[in-house]
């Protein structure tokens, strides 16, 4: 089983954050050198043509990076490109296991342990005075009453 994630899906992981960005900036230039050429007619035209290039590339890289992206983080099957449970499972498992590993963290800041002994601890009212005792106390702490 793979404990961690393999080198390549981690270029994979990089290269498709590259693509997105560059993606995200050539679809973004099209609305700046839009703004900056606003009222500009002289070359509408090929503004125009190279404005609807750019989106089109730039959303085409766009996407195409969070798709390799993906794969990259989580696998071939793990992203559901192929179908294969199993392989998903293990392509998944240092993601599983990080949850795993957060909420038993998370369960030892709060002190709480699974199989540990109850400390559950039941007082019970002194009949005398009122004083909360614990509850196998013959005598009450407070006025030493009898419980
Ligand atoms: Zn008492």
Do not use: H
Not at 74 to 84: E, I, M, N, P, T
Not at 99 to 117: P, R
């Amino acid at each position: 089983m793979t404990k961690q994630i393999t080198e390549q899906r981690k270029s994979a992981y990089y290269f498709g954050m590259i693509l997105m960005i560059i993606g995200g900036l050539m679809f973004f230039s099209v609305f700046i050198t839009g703004a900056m050429n606003f009222g500009n007619f002289s070359n509408f035209q090929a503004d125009a043509q190279s404005s609807m290039l750019r989106a089109i590339g730039g959303m085409a890289l766009l996407i195409t990076g969070v798709i390799i992206r993906s794969i990259g983080a989580r696998g071939l099957a793990g992203s559901g490109v192929v179908l294969d449970p199993e392989k998903a499972r293990q392509e998944l498992e240092p993601y599983s296991r990080m949850a795993g590993g957060m909420v038993k963290d998370a369960l030892d800041e709060a002190n709480v342990s699974f199989g540990g002994k109850a400390e559950k601890v039941i007082m019970i009212k002194c009949p005398a005075c009122g004083k909360l005792n614990e509850e196998d106390s013959k005598f009450c702490q407070e006025c030493s009453k009898q419980m």
